[in-house]
C-alpha cells in the first residue's frame, strides 16, 4: 500500500514539480504547484482505481456502462482530496511550501462539459457509484470547449468560449491504443442476402481516461470520454503542392466534432452535427463495451447478464439500433434475438417533459447520417407495429421524423422519470399509450453527492455536524436525522447560525469583488440559481423583486426585512426571452442598488457566469431557496437538493422534487404556494387568464406598470414593451396566475426570518431531513430496479 503520511506527500509534491513539470521550487508559479499536487493526489487514486478493476474482473461482476452527452463535473482537485481523507493534509503541506490551499484550488479550470442538472446529475452518479461500490463506466465526449463564458455588457448576456484544455488537464490519462472507427454516410449493398453499410466517412474516437474516486477511497470506477480524430492524418500529396488548408481538412473535419458542447438545452433542432456527436459517443462505447466483454471469454447472448447500459435521455437513444447493428452485422447474431439482448441490456432516463426538447430527427438527415440504422429502427418500428397494435399516432417513425423517446422507451427493459411527480406525467401523458402496452415506467428520484455539496462546500456546516452526530453521516445521509433534537436547543442553534453566517459573510466579500456591490450579512439572502427558462420564471422573482422596491419606496420607515436577492445562470445563446429576462433583472438591479431610499433593505446581484464552483459558494451563504417553476414543468430540480441539504428552506411550487422536499422536512419548513400540476392545465383553458389575474392585482399591474414606462431603462424606455405585452396576451407559464401567491409566500418568509429562533430552526430541520436527497440511495435504487447489479465492496 502506498505511503499516506504528510512527508511523503510532501515528498512527492516536489518531486512531480521537479520531474514531472521541471520546475524549481524557486521559480514555480500557481499553476505549477497546482499541477504538482494534482500529480501527488493523482498517485493516491490510482492503486484503488487498479485494485477495483482487477476486483470487477477475478469475479466476474456485472458492469454498468453510463453514456451521457454531458458530465458536469466541475473542479476536481478539492473533490478528490476530500475522499481520500486528505483534504486538510493537503493544505497544512501546501502552507509549509508557502502555498495557499484556496487559491491553488481555485486556480483550477471548472470543467463545464454539460448545460445544466442533466449534466451535474451524471456526474454526481459518478462519484456515488464510486462511493457505493457499484462497478461503472461513463462515457462522454471529450468536448474541446464546454459550456461558454457568460459576461454582461450594458447588462445584456454575451458568450465567449470556453476552453478548459488549453492548460494540461492532470486528471486525465490518454489512451490511444484504446480507440474505434466510427462510420457515418455512405450507402448499403445487399451482399449474399445481407445488407452491408458501406460508410462514406469515419473518425476515430480515442479514449480519455479519468478516475472517479469513492468516499474514503474504498472504490475507483472510469470516466472515459472520447475526443475525435482523423481516421486519415493528412493529405501529404497536398501539402507538398503547397495546398496547406486542404491538406489538414481531414483533421480539422474529425476533430469538429468532438469540438464543442451544444449550449441549448431547451429546443430541439435538428442540426447534423449534433446527431454525429450522438453517435461518436454512441458507437464509440458499445464498441468498448463489447471488446471488453468478449475479452471475458463469455458468448454474446449472455451480454445482459454482465452488462447493463443506461441512457441519459434520448441522446445515445441511437444506442439500441446500434448494439442491435454490431451484433448482427459484425458478429452474426440473428436480428430478433440481437434486439432482445439489446434491450435487456438498455434503460433509458427521462428528464424532460417540454415538447421543444423531445428529440426527433428528419428521416432525410438520419437516412443520410445513418443509412444502415435508418434500415434498422424501421424493421423496429414494423415489428412493434404488427405486434402490438399500437393507436396509429404512437410509433417511432411518423411524419418523416424519428422520434428518439419512442425509441428509447421501446428498446429498453426499464424506462424512468427523475421525481414521483414526474414519473407519474411521464406515465399518464408522454408515454402514456406504450406504458398500456408494455408497463415499464418507474421513478427513480434524483439525488446529489453530499461530499461535494456538504462536505466540501460548507465547511463551517460540516465540522457542526460532525461535532454533533459524529463521524460517518457522509456516506449514510440519513443519519442527518439525528441532527433533530439539536434542533430545539439554543447552543445548537446559535452554532448552526454561525456557520451560515460565516459563509454569508465571505460572499458578502465576494460579491463586493466581483459586482461591487456592497450587501450585508445581516440581510436575507435569497437566491435563484439555475439557467435562464421562462418554465423556471425568473420573471416571476424579478416582478417580485419590483414590487418589493415599489412598497419600500411608498414606505421606507417601515421595520423592513433586509433582502439581498441573487440571481445566477445562463441563457442559450439563441433563446431571446430568456435574454430580455436577464437584462431586466441587470437593469433593475442598477436602479435598485444606487436608490438612497432604499438602502441595505434590498439589493439585487447578478454575477456573471455561473458555474458548478460558483454554485458551492453560493449555495452554503443562502437562506433561502428559490424553486418556482411553473408546476408539471421541472422534472426534478437537484440544486432544490442542494440548498435544502445546506440549511436554506424552499420558497416554491409543486412541481418536480419539490413535492418530495416538502414531503420530508413538512409544511412548516417550506414556504409552497402556486397552482398545482393539475390546476395549470385547467387554468390554461381560460384564455383571459393572465388579463384576469393582471386586472385582480393591484400590485401586479403596478410592477407591470413600472416597466413598461422604463423606469428601469430610462434611456430607451421602450425596451420591455414586448416583454411586458407578453405577461399579458401570451403567459403560457403563468407568471401572473401565481404572483399574488408568490409575493404572500414571500411575505411570509419575511415573518418567519424575523423571528430567529423559528427560522434557525426551520433551516436546521431541512438539513437534519434531507438525508432522502443523497444520490447514494438514488444509485442503490438503480442497481436494484434497474440495473440488477450489487455492490463489489
Ligand atoms: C436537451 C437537449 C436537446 C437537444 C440539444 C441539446 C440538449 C441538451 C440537453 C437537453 C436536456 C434537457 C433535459 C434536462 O436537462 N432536464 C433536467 O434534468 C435534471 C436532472 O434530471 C432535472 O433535475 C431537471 O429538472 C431537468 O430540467
Not at 63 to 91: H, K, Q
Not at 164 to 189: C, D, M, N, S, V
Not at 393 to 421: P, Q, T, Y
Request: net charge negative; glycine share 6%.
Amino acid at each position: 500500500m502506498r505511503d499516506l503520511s504528510e512527508p511523503q506527500l510532501k515528498q512527492d509534491i516536489l518531486r512531480h514539480l521537479t520531474y514531472t513539470l521541471g520546475k524549481d521550487a524557486a521559480h514555480a508559479s500557481t499553476y505549477d504547484w497546482r499541477m504538482a499536487l494534482s500529480f501527488a493526489i493523482r498517485d493516491r487514486i490510482v492503486e484503488p482505481w487498479f485494485a477495483s478493476t482487477r476486483k470487477t474482473w477475478d469475479t466476474g461482476h456485472k458492469r454498468v456502462y453510463y453514456l451521457s452527452m454531458e458530465f458536469l463535473i466541475g473542479r476536481l482537485l478539492e473533490d478528490a482530496t476530500i475522499n481520500l481523507g486528505l483534504r486538510d493534509m493537503a493544505e497544512q503541506v501546501m502552507a509549509e511550501l508557502g502555498q495557499d490551499f484556496r487559491t491553488i484550488v481555485e486556480d483550477e479550470p471548472d470543467a463545464a462539459l454539460g448545460n445544466g442538472g442533466l449534466g451535474r446529475l451524471a456526474a454526481c452518479f459518478m462519484e456515488s457509484m464510486a462511493t457505493v461500490g457499484c462497478p461503472a463506466y461513463g462515457y462522454g465526449i471529450r468536448y474541446e470547449h464546454g459550456l461558454f463564458r457568460q459576461r454582461f455588457e450594458g447588462g445584456r448576456q454575451v458568450e465567449s468560449p470556453e476552453d478548459w484544455l488549453t492548460q494540461r488537464h492532470p486528471w486525465e490519462f490518454e489512451r490511444p491504443e484504446a480507440a474505434y472507427t466510427i462510420p457515418f454516410k455512405g450507402h448499403l449493398e445487399t451482399r449474399d442476402g445481407r445488407d452491408v453499410w458501406v460508410p462514406g466517412e469515419t473518425v476515430l474516437a480515442e479514449a480519455y481516461d479519468t478516475p472517479v474516486i469513492g468516499w474514503q477511497g474504498k472504490w475507483a470506477n472510469t470516466l472515459r470520454l472520447w475526443g475525435a480524430k482523423p481516421t486519415t492524418l493528412f493529405d501529404l500529396d497536398r501539402f507538398n503542392r503547397g495546398d496547406y488548408a486542404a491538406a489538414a481538412a481531414p483533421e480539422t473535419l474529425a476533430r469538429t466534432l468532438s469540438r464543442v458542447l451544444y449550449p441549448d438545452d431547451t429546443t430541439y433542432q435538428g442540426k447534423e452535427l449534433r446527431l454525429k456527436q450522438e453517435f461518436f459517443l454512441t458507437s464509440a462505447a458499445l464498441q468498448d463495451i463489447l471488446r471488453r466483454f468478449k475479452a471475458g471469454g463469455f458468448m454474446l447472448r449472455d451480454l445482459p447478464k454482465h452488462v447493463a447500459i443506461q441512457m441519459n435521455d434520448t441522446h445515445p437513444a441511437i444506442a439500441g439500433p446500434e448494439l442491435i447493428r454490431l451484433l448482427v452485422d459484425e458478429n452474426g447474431m440473428e436480428f430478433m434475438e440481437a434486439m432482445e439482448v439489446a434491450r435487456a441490456c438498455l434503460g433509458y432516463t427521462n428528464h424532460t417533459l417540454l415538447p421543444e426538447a423531445l428529440e426527433r430527427w428528419a428521416t432525410f438527415t438520419f437516412g443520410n447520417v445513418l443509412p444502415r440504422h435508418m434500415q434498422i429502427i424501421e424493421r423496429i418500428d414494423h415489428w412493434h407495429r404488427d405486434t402490438y397494435h399500437p393507436p396509429h399516432w404512437v410509433g417511432i417513425v411518423k411524419h418523416h421524423e424519428v422520434r428518439m423517446g419512442e425509441l428509447a422507451f421501446i428498446m429498453s427493459h426499464k424506462v424512468n422519470g427523475v421525481s414521483a411527480l414526474h414519473s407519474d406525467l411521464v406515465k399518464k401523458n408522454l408515454f402514456a399509450e406504450l406504458d398500456g402496452l408494455h408497463p415499464r415506467i418507474i421513478n427513480q428520484t434524483n439525488g446529489v453527492t453530499p461530499r461535494r455539496w456538504l462536505k466540501m462546500c460548507n465547511r463551517p456546516l460540516a465540522g457542526l455536524i460532525t461535532d454533533t452526530i459524529g463521524e460517518g453521516w457522509e456516506a449514510d445521509l440519513d443519519r442527518l436525522r439525528e441532527l433533530e433534537p439539536h434542533a430545539k436547543k439554543s447552543a445548537f442553534l446559535a452554532d448552526f447560525d454561525a456557520a451560515k453566517r460565516a459563509n454569508k459573510v465571505a460572499l458578502a466579500g465576494w460579491i463586493k469583488e466581483h459586482c461591487g456591490v456592497t450587501v450585508s450579512a445581516d440581510a436575507l439572502f435569497d437566491v435563484q440559481v439555475k439557467r435562464i427558462h421562462e418554465y423556471k420564471r425568473q420573471l416571476l422573482n424579478i416582478l417580485e423583486t419590483i414590487a418589493r422596491y415599489h412598497d419600500i419606496k411608498a414606505d421606507p420607515k417601515k421595520d423592513w426585512v433586509p433582502r439581498v436577492k441573487i440571481f445566477g445562470g445562463k441563457a442559450a445563446p439563441g433563446y431571446a426571452v430568456a435574454k430580455e429576462i436577464i437584462h431586466l433583472i441587470n437593469d433593475v438591479a442598477a436602479v435598485v442598488n444606487s436608490d438612497p431610499d432604499v438602502g441595505d433593505r434590498l439589493k439585487v446581484v447578478y454575477p456573471e457566469n455561473y458555474n458548478v464552483s460558483m454554485a458551492e459558494r453560493l449555495i452554503p451563504a443562502a437562506d433561502l431557496s428559490e424553486q418556482i417553476s411553473t408546476a408539471g414543468k421541472e422534472a426534478s430540480g437537484t440544486g432544490n437538493m442542494k440548498f435544502m441539504m445546506n440549511g436554506a428552506p424552499t420558497i416554491g411550487t409543486l412541481d418536480g422534487a419539490n413535492v418530495e422536499i416538502l414531503q420530508e422536512v413538512g409544511d412548516e419548513n417550506f414556504f409552497l404556494f402556486g397552482l398545482t400540476a393539475e390546476e395549470v392545465m385547467k387554468r390554461r383553458q381560460n384564455p383571459d387568464h393572465a388579463r384576469d389575474a393582471i386586472t385582480a392585482s393591484q400590485p401586479l399591474q403596478d410592477v407591470l406598470q413600472m416597466i413598461a414606462e422604463g423606469r428601469f431603462s430610462p434611456s430607451e424606455p421602450g425596451r420591455y414593451h414586448e416583454l411586458v405585452h407578453r405577461v399579458w396576451h401570451h403567459d403560457y407559464f403563468l407568471v401572473a396566475s401565481d404572483f399574488d401567491a408568490y409575493r404572500e409566500a414571500q411575505a411570509q418568509v419575511d415573518t418567519a426570518y424575523a423571528d430567529r429562533k423559528r427560522w434557525l430552526r426551520m433551516a436546521a430541520l431541512n438539513t437534519a431531513r434531507s438525508g432522502f436527497f443523497s444520490s447514494d440511495r438514488t444509485i442503490r435504487g438503480y442497481m436494484a430496479d434497474v440495473w440488477d447489479v450489487k455492490s463489489a465492496l
